[in-house]
């Protein structure tokens, strides 16, 4: 089971960073005047637990600074 998660996890990972380099190349071309942008990357659980949720939700935030 570890296995096809850390494979599902991967897979997610990568395609997640392929469409946020797109997206975020394409908003920095319409872009002008501005030095730096300040990004925020949010990973969140949206998984339906129905009446048993976590104790701990998975939630983790990244912010950092783009050059131009």
């Known amino acids: 089971m570890e296995d ?3 494979q599902d996890i991967r897979r997610l990972l ?3 960073g ?3 380099d797109e997206a975020i190349m394409a908003h920095l ?3 002008t005047g501005v030095a ?3 990004l925020r990357l949010t990973l969140e659980d949206v998984t339906d637990y129905g009446e048993n949720p ?3 939700p998975l939630g ?3 912010e950092g600074e ?3």
């Open 29 to 31: 071309a319409q872009q």
């Open 14 to 16: 990568k395609t997640f």
């Open 4 to 6: 096809n998660a850390r």
């Open 60 to 62: 983790l935030e990244i």
């Open 54 to 56: 976590p104790a701990r």
């Open 18 to 20: 392929i469409q946020a």
């Open 66 to 68: 783009v050059r131009v």
């Open 36 to 38: 730096a942008l300040q």
